[in-house]
């Protein structure tokens, strides 16, 4: 293809006009249709009064969402991934210990980001649908002493909830940093930033938030924050006088200094990035559809949906993959049954016939489990009905029979028991 | 504020509803009606054949706004600034020698990010409002044979567009790689990506492109891909078996990491990040509105608004700062009357009575000059009208009498002989 020449008309193919799908995949999901809307109203200027106002309620908004009295609430202009980037190196010094315990795949991802900080990574595995015993983790962080440990709270490759208490007890008796990503839970299980001793937390906003990827929430406390000013430094050219600057390390990142952009989001309001104002209103939004029905009534609605389709999926005789007392109650592994022939296939014909997206799997887990999403927006009754029956139809057509109707009769049963 | 009890009634604030704006300041501006839209549309899943299309599209509509034919020409999900520093840290590796020409601020935040990458920096200044003596670039390359030059095109602190070829021809014939911010020039003024010379190239959509903050288009060349394939690094747990890495030192970022993100753009579509569909949408849309009115006749139409803009201010007695013979055309400094008691009282008149933004200015400039923005969707008729009308009784009421009516006049007798 050659387009160096401006005589040539331009390509500027069709209108935007994508198929209508349901994502219950493992994110993104189908976003709230008042946070579409909230992305189409125009923009101010960052420095403009109005519009920082709006960032200072965003602040608010998600401390509560994070249930966290701390200041330091803010979003990173980025996907979920560069939150957990931000927070990981504006924190880890060159030669610092960090202990990630491993779940899924997202915690390779931590060790990945923690080694790119020259960190000294120390980490621990379970098995995939597992959760780590009591105490194990208390212990590692007694015997390494970390300077950090950074977990995910959910990981969807595994589809579980890792309890995140007990390191935070331990990180404080041992002068240890907790960080938690929540990306995949954050709204739809519980989680207490402060409650629970966590110092610094990321997220995102496709999976329960029923957001758009691309901004990232996060939350950290005054333990973080001396850390950060013991790092500060300010950029060449906007240096106020009565700033001083940190003599620790410099954070390898400009993009993501959190000691910088915690001075942006402040009322000195000192330039850095210029803020993605559309999704500032997105993630603005995000927040008011999930504190207006209210975080822990959201949280049992996924809880029951989780329920219903999962009992509906046993009903059709396939199997649930994880440690039961440990499911993430947004996202379900399916195990794929050895009479289905063609797991791709399934995948990709209710994708085409259905318009409905489910998930494929990693590592260990690929080729053995489905992963089914049920997240925010999308975590109501007529979508696991829709999902249930258009998967019995599908894997009948590709050599599994399910018994007719059972799956959806048994979601059914579960709403209704739920409204005796 | 304590908001750690859930027993709290949520505080959601109230309905998004900005005051409108007119965005005459550095940036960002007034997005294109249709880029608005297009951010409402409902999303897909990154992995489905409808979107994969949709981003093989951007990457063809972004070939044609950089007149490049560069395979890897692609989106980096952050800000203007996320661009910057994911192809200067893709690129730098310690030690590494940066040669960076300043002549606004952000010449001075390419210092600042290639120290961060630990590179060797050589920076060469020229005062603000002026442009490099024409060898001075290519002699310092010849001088110091640096690993990068890295420079903006047009810096909007300064208000100038700074020919980059001279530093592509002395780039090549140095073995150096020449990168070029155009975020703030792109679509505004000429640039050539392949006939200039450019190795690798970053922009933003936020300001002649009439879009959001928040997603930041890049292209690179083969000799930029070479120097990946030689650092690049699979992410753990998602490497396929037929996949080598390169020997040479890690990326300091995954966020960041050029050679993974093109091999998440491309056919193969390696997992890495979760693609900010909606920031892709308006991407796509921007491109299309530009393409559509045609690149360079969109580039006439800021030259012919600025002409207008700049006749009007003169016509009202203010200065135009800077070298004339190197302005862009879409932004413009004007000299702050001695006669205006306070510049900030200005702006915010402007802002509050009039709902029209201007730009204050940085560094040496602070106080001397305020900027005039006529970008994108902005720049138009109608806009240099109200603008300088606007601005006429501001000042009157702070201090500074213009002839009354002259600024409109000049600029619609600019406007009235373009049409002859």
Chains 1, 2 share one sequence.
């Not at 976003?31 to 109203?41: D, K, T």
């Not at 998967?391 to 005796?420: C, F, I, M, S």
Request: proline share 6%; net charge neutral.
């Amino acid at each position: 293809m050659s387009t160096t020449s401006t005589s040539q008309k331009p390509e500027i193919f069709e209108e935007l006009d994508p198929s209508p799908r349901l994502l219950m995949g493992p994110g993104p999901v189908d976003l709230y249709p008042r946070v579409l809307r909230a992305m189409s109203v125009p923009i101010q200027g960052q420095f403009d009064p109005e519009f920082r106002r709006y960032m200072m309620q965003t602040m608010a908004l998600y401390r509560q969402v994070f249930k966290t009295a701390n200041q330091q609430t803010f979003m990173i202009d980025g996907t979920a991934r560069a939150g957990l980037e931000a927070c990981m190196h504006s924190i880890i010094a060159p030669g610092d210990k960090v202990l990630v315990p491993i779940f899924g795949r997202f915690g390779h991802l931590l060790t990945e980001i923690a080694k790119r900080a020259r960190a000294e990574v120390i980490s621990m595995e379970c098995e995939w649908g597992q959760v780590f015993k009591p105490g194990e983790i208390a212990d590692a962080v007694a015997r390494h002493k970390p300077r950090m440990v950074a977990m995910c709270q959910g990981d969807t490759s595994a589809t579980v909830l890792h309890p995140v208490d007990e390191a935070g007890e331990a990180c404080r008796r041992h002068g240890a940093i907790l960080f938690v990503d929540v990306t995949a839970s954050l709204a739809g299980n519980p989680f207490e930033t402060d409650g629970w001793k966590v110092d610094i937390v990321a997220a995102g906003l496709q999976k329960c938030l029923s957001g758009p990827p691309g901004i990232a929430p996060v939350t950290f406390n005054e333990r973080v924050v001396e850390i950060l000013m013991h790092r500060r430094h300010i950029e060449a050219g906007i240096r106020p006088v009565d700033m001083v600057e940190g003599n620790g390390p410099i954070i390898q990142s400009n993009y993501f200094d959190l000691a910088m952009i915690m001075e942006y989001w402040d009322p000195k309001a000192l330039n850095h990035h210029t803020e993605a104002a559309s999704m500032l209103y997105a993630a603005r939004e995000c927040a008011r559809a999930v504190l207006e029905e209210g975080l822990d009534k959201g949280i049992a609605r996924h809880q029951l949906t989780s329920k219903a389709l999962r009992a509906g999926l046993e009903a059709m005789g396939l199997g649930i993959f994880g440690d039961r007392k440990h499911l993430m109650s947004n996202v379900t592994g399916v195990v794929i049954p050895k009479a289905s022939k063609s797991p791709d296939k399934v995948r990709a014909e209710l994708l085409e016939d259905f318009g409905l997206e489910i998930g494929t799997s990693f590592g260990p887990l690929h080729g053995k489990i489905w992963r089914i999403g049920t997240m925010g927006y999308v975590c109501r009754k007529a979508n696991v009905l829709r999902c249930l029956s258009s998967l019995e139809t599908v894997l009948r057509r590709n050599g599994y029979k399910a018994p007719p109707g059972a799956g959806v009769d048994a979601a059914y049963e579960v709403y209704d028991d739920a409204q005796r």
